[in-house]
């Protein structure tokens, strides 16, 4: 016999319209009266029947958004690359992707999602992350992270362990000699850029080393950047580092262009070390030295937790994903 809302209302003594706010998470409803209901629900197996209905309405549609006001596009390598790995792992999976334009001056991510009629979002991260990404997180829309920390009930992030990234560095450096050490980072206020930072500054405490303040500059992860960030910390011909970390390898490919207007050759005056291991790293003079993050595994895992989560299959959590340095020639040792 089919089991309506009706039947499970008689059952529980309660009207039709409080276990709909059961069903639909309304908060509105005592806790006793929620767990009766649920009880209920359980024994005469209509959680089950509904689950199936909403199988049925499924659109099996991924809405993916690129987070942020600043660079709001796929076009730095580490994200075209987990990109890739993610349609292809998504699409094996049965779903097609909807990208969500962020041009607007005031986004409703949550809202379009709902129009959209999507399963899940994939969301990852820019710089200066709109508000209404955090809405959509509090939402019961399935949401996975790359580089952005989600805390929503249905929501869970992947990122590299990005203090790790800097940690490794610096541990390199100091493992073979350099003890002068400079430090390009991302835009101040980014969470990864943040969070680099911190690990770059406690390891260099920790090993005994000076930071040295006049050796710390931002950029934004491009090129450009980088180029400026060095030639702010190189201003100072007498005195200027023995190793630099830029945080991405397209700010390093900057600083290896201000090193060498300089007159200064790479490893012999300055060791460089960048980071996100792209394939251009095997192609710069010198070679350069990176921190590898692997981006097909990051996007086959946003692909496979967000499928997950979608199905009720697992409870949404965090997974960090371990990078690894990759030793070339700037480094000189």
Known sequence: MKVTIKDIAKLAGVSPGTVSKIINNYQDVGEETKKRVLKIMEETGYSSIRAQKEAAYRSNIIGVIYA?????????????????????????????????????????FYDRAIQHKVDGVLIISGEEVQSSIYELDKSNIPCIGVDIQLNGKQSAYIMTDNYKISAKVVEHFYLNGFRNIGFIGGLQGSPVAEIREEGFRNTMKEFGLTVHEEWIAHGDFFAESGYQAMKSILKNSNNYPEAVFATSDHMAFGAMKAIKEMGLKIPDDI???????????????????????????????????????????????????????????????
Do not use: W
């Open 68 to 108: 942020g006001k600043i660079n709001a596009d796929f076009n730095h390598p580490f994200f075209i690359e987990v990109m890739n790995s993610f349609k292809k792992s998504i699409g094996a999976l049965g779903y097609d992707l909807l990208f969500f334009s962020n041009e607007k001056e005031e986004e409703d």
């Open 271 to 333: 060791a460089l070390v960048g980071c996100d291991d792209v394939d251009a790293c095997n192609y710069t003079d010198p070679p350069l030295t990176s921190v590898h993050q692997d981006k097909e595994k990051i996007g086959r895992l946003a692909a496979y937790m967000l499928h997950d989560v979608i199905n009720n299959k697992i409870q949404p959590s965090t997974v960090m994903v371990e990078p690894e340095l990759i030793i070339r020639a700037s480094c000189g040792k």
